[in-house]
């Protein structure tokens, strides 16, 4: 889908863009073939195995303390069941929250993935814009995400359409 909308950019750019220069980067290719996002990979490859050992001992521990917890239930006295209800949400909590902390949004994965990735992506950015000057490029576009990955500071015409919408609201903003 993206491909057939890059080649309908492509193709209706002349016309529109006469003396454009535009070229294209594939993300994809650079990062498979750009042996820093290999060597970051790997390396978070490995810290989350270790967590995700982790979350295993976790999980091992708040199933051995459910099943513990089923077979001697009903001979417990009131008290000791409760406590042992207590210990089994506790843990579940812990592994929870953990999980949380680790594997969810904005967690130690995501966390230490943007730490390993923005300086290669800084280097790759800077390249990418150091090709466009160098080659005289004034557009240069990803086709994985279908977005600009360079683009001439002339031909940036967000504060046009933000005077026109602006006038349109009657100077209100």
């Known amino acids: 889908m993206k491909k057939w909308f890059l080649l309908a950019v492509f193709s209706l750019l002349p016309v529109f863009c006469f003396a454009q220069k535009i ?3 594939d993300s994809d290719r650079l990062r498979n073939e750009y042996k820093p996002f290999s060597e970051a990979k790997t390396q978070l490859d490995n810290e989350v195995k270790e967590w995700q050992s982790r979350a295993d001992s976790l ?3 708040l199933k051995t ?3 513990s917890l089923a077979r001697v239930a009903l001979i417990l006295s009131p008290d000791k069941r409760k406590e042992r209800e207590e210990g089994v949400a506790k843990a579940k909590r812990e592994y929870q929250q953990y999980l949380a902390e680790t594997f969810g949004v904005s ?3 995501e ?3 943007s730490e390993l990735s923005k300086p290669i992506l800084d280097r790759v950015n800077a390249a990418i814009a150091e090709v466009a000057l160098e080659s ?3 557009l240069i576009l990803d086709t994985v995400t279908g977005s600009v990955a360079y683009g001439r500071k002339n031909l940036d015409l967000t504060d046009k359409v933000l005077e026109k919408l ?3 609201l009657g100077g209100k903003k």
Do not use: H, I
């Open 107 to 109: 967690g130690k994965v």
């Open 111 to 113: 966390r230490r993935n």
């Open 59 to 61: 999980s091992r521990n």
């Open 166 to 168: 602006n006038a349109a």
């Open 136 to 138: 005289n490029y004034d």
């Open 23 to 25: 070229g294209y980067v």
């Open 65 to 67: 303390l459910e099943d």
